[in-house]
């Protein structure tokens, strides 16, 4: 973690402001859950502060459930995002898909919203991030490695979320990312697996990373857009065709059968 991240703080505040940095850093996004600490040692440097008083602020920011200590191995940004649906809604949402069609016109929206938003908003350093997401994903693309590259299409999305400059925008992707990436709506392989998919779904990336790019929120807000729709395009597809594979693969047995 970056040496840079914390400033010191003002003595006559001391553990409050160590609180009130953290706090900010995650609510900005900067830090993630799961992201681990420095050291005691290594904080009260960077605050300036003994160790006694970095300690109370993280025993207050962990009895407030922002951090988590795990036994010899640190202190870590808690879930602070949590599961959207409870268990039991997630089943029924796996068992309708009428769920997965209004999960994706959602996205859709926002999708739109964030990438207008990263459009107007994003900073040298938000495009530098983008830069660096798209030019991995053009060498995944390469390598015909699709784990990777729908792993890029997340951290793609959940970067241009950020550049957007929105903490509940962002937030609430990365609730929706978490919803995707545990499989509660659709597989992501649908997609990827759709013949010519890969190919379509990189230029579409590439073209909102070039509106945002050239600061054109219209453009980045039609792509995002045009992106979900396509999307939404190879699900239906996707399943229809496996639909009729189903039904074709009833009709061969009952043939033979008679």
Known sequence: MSAALFSRVNHARTADEVGAQI????????????????????????????RPIVREALKQLEERGLLCTRHGGGTFIADVIGDVFSKTMLELIADHPKATDDYLEYRREVEGIAADFAARRATDDDKALLTSIIERM???????DVAEEAALDVEFHQAVSE?????????????????????????RS??????????????????????????????????AEAHMDFVQQCKKDAEKAKAWQTVSRLRRQQRKAG
Do not use: W
């Open 23 to 50: 706090e900010a850093l995650v609510l900005e996004g900067v830090l993630r859950v799961g992201d681990k600490l420095p050291g005691e040692r290594d904080l009260a440097q960077q605050f300036n502060i003994s």
């Open 163 to 187: 550049a957007a400059h929105n903490v509940i925008l962002m937030h609430t992707l990365r609730s929706c990312y978490r919803l995707l990436s545990n499989g509660s709506f659709f597989s």
């Open 138 to 144: 053009k060498a995944a693309h390469q390598k015909e």
């Open 190 to 223: 649908l997609v990827y697996g759709y013949p010519g998919a890969r190919d379509r779904l990189l230029d579409q990336h590439l073209a909102v990373y070039k509106a945002i790019m050239d600061d054109d929120p219209a453009g980045a807000r039609a792509a």
